[in-house]
């Protein structure tokens, strides 16, 4: 078989509430949703840590943060490690990355791998953002940063087919990011569904741990100017729910309407696949880096092990493997997906990998039937962070239960504040309580599930080679 060419494309926060096949209130994705109308759909798909550099790196290297170092937001990515761009350049292609890279800059921080790359400083910028060359210069490209980042994705698209070698090329936006800038064009797009709130946005957060009411990222109290683009206006400003509401639309609007940029995105780079004739021997990848709150739980930001952020949307077409429509609620992970395109490279992928390639599932087979794997193992390091505040935390998710240690403090490392928090413990049953309202750690009814949870939370990390955190000592602390 032909290698095939691969197009990853990698948003930033696009939760799977806001991809419209995924069923959720937003539906503003229709470029998008073609992808899983021809190829296929996971419905169970998480990040390892639900922050932007961690997941990437997880992305580029296929394994996770205490193996590839980027544990916060704060600890830099040696580009040096293994990583698939560079295994699968070394094996011929041609290899390309445009656009967020958000891993450090200069040195062995720089991307690696590539022919050719343009990314953004860090964060960068919506509109006239600066480009970091690969010369080691940069320069400011008039325009918005969604429509540049795909600009220059089918400009090196254009440089490259003519060679008989194929071609992988991730796409990395920026968008829909914080602070949710929109294109000029999209200033005054609307939608009806930024004015419905999510059943749980008036969580009041009595059941679960203390972390879930010490994070700051509540969206009735959380949302700065710069988010928001406006003040309320006067008569929200003396109604706390009246101005929940005003908060969570504003918010949303600018959210959707970058994602509506991402999509037309998405529909340029399909075209062109369509119009070139690539379009049967591209492996074309749409995800996010980790999910994100819509206002689930009163919440905006992510990096709780919540099902929202938690979740990554991920569509994988490829007609001569995958079958159009098809859906997958295998327990996959991000880790999984370089050693999925090595393996449809036909390249071995590196032992150090830690992942599992997913082509037996683009292939059809059941989960239970290649032994997929029925636990999933998560870290969230970075303790309490200055602008958010979340507690550090790792966890263990089975298709029905879910495990979530609050293990105290940060344990000595990178982002720990130093701060104690107490160590708790969250269980919750997904089949009965899919929105992690109610947590049953206590519930003498579930104590063997409990007890085995417990097992596997520690037998997952001493198999990928994490340590278990020692805890704290639990402590009374005022609940506010
Ligand atoms: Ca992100």
Redesign the pocket.
């Known amino acids: 078989m032909t290698r095939p060419n691969i197009l990853l494309v990698v948003a930033?926060?696009h939760a799977a509430n806001a991809v419209g096949c995924y069923g959720g209130p937003h539906a503003v994705t229709p470029r998008i949703d073609t992808i899983a109308a021809d190829g296929m759909r996971f419905t169970q798909c998480g990040c390892t840590n639900s922050?932007?550099a961690p997941?990437r790196a997880t992305i580029l290297t296929g394994t996770y943060n205490h193996v590839n170092g980027v544990t916060t937001l704060s600890t830099e990515f040696d580009a040096r490690q293994p990583a698939f761009p560079e295994l699968l350049r070394d094996a011929g292609y041609r290899t390309a990355l445009i656009g967020k890279w958000h891993l450090g800059h200069g040195g062995v921080h720089d991307p690696r791998g590539f022919d050719h790359w343009e990314v953004l400083p860090d964060q960068g910028d919506y509109h006239d953002p600066t480009f970091l060359t690969m010369d080691g210069g940069s320069h400011v490209r008039p325009g918005y940063a969604t429509d540049l980042i795909t600009d220059l994705s089918l400009d090196w698209l254009g440089s490259v087919e003519s060679a008989d070698e194929p071609w992988c090329l991730l796409v990395q936006h920026k968008a829909p990011?914080r602070p949710w800038e929109p294109a000029p064009r999209h200033a005054e797009l609307t939608f009806e569904s930024a004015g419905s709130p999510p059943d749980t946005f008036h969580d009041d957060y009595a059941h679960p741990a203390t972390a879930a009411r010490d994070a700051r990222m509540r969206v009735a109290r959380d949302l700065n100017l710069e988010d928001l683009k406006e003040d309320p206006p006067l008569d929200v400003v003396a109604d706390p729910a009246a101005y929940a509401g005003w908060a969570l639309d504003r918010y949303l609007t600018d959210y959707l309407r970058c994602v509506v940029a991402v999509d037309e995105g998405v529909g340029r780079l399909l075209d062109h696949l369509d119009e070139t004739g690539q379009a049967d021997d591209t492996v074309v990848v749409y995800t996010?880096?980790?999910g994100f709150f819509l206002g689930e739980h009163g919440w905006y930001d992510?990096r709780f092990m919540y099902t929202e952020s938690l979740q990554m949307p991920l569509l994988v077409r490829y007609p001569r493997l995958v079958a159009p429509g098809s859906e997958s609620d295998a327990l996959v992970l991000n880790v999984d997906f370089a050693q999925t395109f090595l393996d449809l490279a036909g390249v071995p992928a590196h032992d150090r990998m830690q992942g599992r390639s997913l082509a037996p599932l683009l292939a059809g087979q059941e989960p239970g039937d290649v032994g997929w794997r029925e636990s999933a193992y998560y870290r969230y390091w970075e303790h309490l962070d200055g602008c958010h505040h979340v507690a550090a935390h790792r966890g263990v998710r089975t298709r029905d239960r879910k495990l979530v240690h609050y293990y105290g403090s940060g344990c000595g490392q990178p982002g720990a504040s130093g701060d104690e928090t107490p160590e708790e413990w969250e269980l919750f049953d997904l089949a009965d309580d899919p929105q992690e309202l109610h947590s049953v750690h206590d519930d003498p009814a579930y104590a063997d599930d409990l007890a085995r949870l417990r097992a596997e939370l520690d037998a997952l990390a001493t198999s990928l080679g994490d340590t278990i955190p020692t805890s704290t000592p639990t402590h009374t602390k005022e609940i506010v």
Do not use: E, G, T, W
């Open positions: 930033d926060d922050l932007c997941s990011h996010s880096d980790q992510k």
